[in-house]
């Protein structure tokens, strides 16, 4: 990827479906999200996505979320994932997803996946994939992108992903307080680590963790930038100026909606390049990979 030539790199797009049907969540998942969202379901394919972005001159981290352990739910393929990454490399860039409780042999193959395949960072949701950030289940797999200097993205705040089912569909919401994170970022401070999202309810610890650790980034996603904490965008334009990313949350929110809101927003004119690019060109680490 030549990130010179792009206008923005969306860092937060999900790939909830692969070349043979098969969706990233069970059925009873997909419906009530559909419901929660008041949205009828869409699943580009990689491909498709990788279209989507190119039209629009946009980068795009792509990954799936491994919730076997959670759901009994197969995951996509990871290695299908950076197949089609590598396909579309001018846009797309693959995260992989290894739930924490595949242990030693998770971090193993998720060692492969970045050496052998391609992958750029990994995924975690800790409320779907039923671990708390510190509790040491998903060490082994930090210790591997630590070491290996590649990116781990937790999800944070309320997820929509269970919402209306029967005792949530098992999802707990404490799980994403990003609070968690403080001591990840204290027992991994070489680790690279994005919060996706604003953390509803808990967006003063997302800040609070972000602005005091200099391995902890926020990256914007899940909501149209005009509903945005006032606090959110105050620190974006100050002190976490460097530390805030461009993220949509596609194909829930597009690219187009965000960046339309997010031009409506009073970011200072040299802050709103740092955001939609240059700090994840930093955080990504592709300074030196055009």
Same mark, same amino acid.
């Given at each position: 990827?030549?990130?010179t030539?792009?206008?923005a790199?969306?860092v937060?797009?999900?790939?909830?479906?692969d070349?043979?049907?098969?969706?990233?969540?069970?059925?009873?998942?997909?419906?009530?999200s559909?419901?929660?969202?008041?949205?009828?379901?869409?699943a580009?394919t990689l491909?498709e996505?990788a279209?989507?972005?190119?039209?629009?001159? !946009? +980068?795009?981290?792509v990954?799936t979320?491994?919730? #076997?352990? =959670?759901?009994?739910? %197969?995951p /996509?393929s990871?290695e299908?994932?950076?197949?089609a990454?590598?396909e579309?490399?001018?846009?797309?860039?693959p995260?992989?997803?290894?739930?924490p409780?595949?242990g030693e042999?998770g971090?193993r193959?998720?060692?492969?996946l970045?050496?052998?395949?391609?992958?750029?960072g990994?995924k975690?949701?800790?409320?779907?994939?039923?671990?708390?950030?510190?509790?040491?289940?998903?060490y082994?797999?930090?210790?591997v992108?630590?070491?290996?200097?590649v990116?781990?993205?937790f999800?944070t705040?309320?997820t929509g992903?269970?919402?209306?089912?029967?005792?949530g569909?098992?999802?707990? !919401? +404490?799980l994403?307080?990003?609070?968690?994170?403080? #001591?990840? =970022?204290?027992?991994? %401070?070489d /680790?690279?680590?994005?919060?996706?999202?604003?953390?509803?309810p808990?967006?003063?610890?997302?800040l609070?963790?972000?602005?005091?650790?200099?391995?902890v980034?926020?990256d914007?996603s899940?909501?149209?930038?005009?509903?945005f904490?006032?606090?959110?965008?105050?620190?974006?334009?100050?002190?976490?100026?460097?530390k805030?990313?461009?993220?949509s949350?596609?194909?829930?929110i597009?690219?187009?909606r965000?960046l339309?809101?997010?031009?409506k927003?009073?970011?200072?004119?040299?802050?709103r390049?740092k955001i939609?690019?240059?700090n994840?060109?930093?955080?990504?680490?592709?300074?030196?990979?055009?």
């Open positions: 990827m030549d990130h030539k792009l206008d790199i969306d937060h797009v999900h790939v909830e479906t070349v043979h049907g098969h969706l990233s969540l069970p059925d009873d998942f997909l419906e009530a559909a419901k929660y969202f008041s949205a009828d379901h869409r580009p491909p996505i279209a989507h972005y190119r039209e629009r001159n !946009l +980068g795009a981290v990954f979320v491994d919730i #076997e352990a =959670a759901t009994g739910h %197969p /996509l990871n299908e994932i950076a197949r990454a590598a579309h490399a001018d846009v797309l860039i995260f992989a997803s290894v739930d409780a595949k042999a971090a193959r998720f060692r492969e970045v050496t052998g395949h391609g992958m750029r990994i975690f949701h800790p409320s779907l994939q039923d671990f708390a950030p510190n509790d040491g289940s998903a082994p797999l930090l210790e992108a630590q070491e290996l200097g990116p781990a993205l999800h705040g309320q992903i269970g919402a209306g089912m029967r005792g569909g098992g999802v707990k !919401l +404490g994403s307080n990003p609070m968690l994170l403080d #001591e990840v =970022a204290v027992e991994f %401070p /680790l690279t680590i994005i919060m996706a999202h604003p953390s509803f808990w967006q003063d610890e997302a609070a963790v972000a602005t005091h650790k200099p391995n980034y926020i914007l899940g909501w149209s930038p005009k509903y904490p006032p606090q959110l965008v105050r620190y974006a334009n100050s002190l976490l100026q460097d805030v990313l461009f993220g949350d596609y194909p829930l597009t690219p187009d965000w339309a809101d997010f031009g927003l009073d970011i200072k004119p040299h802050v390049p939609l690019k240059d994840a060109v930093r955080a990504l680490g592709l300074e030196e990979a055009p």
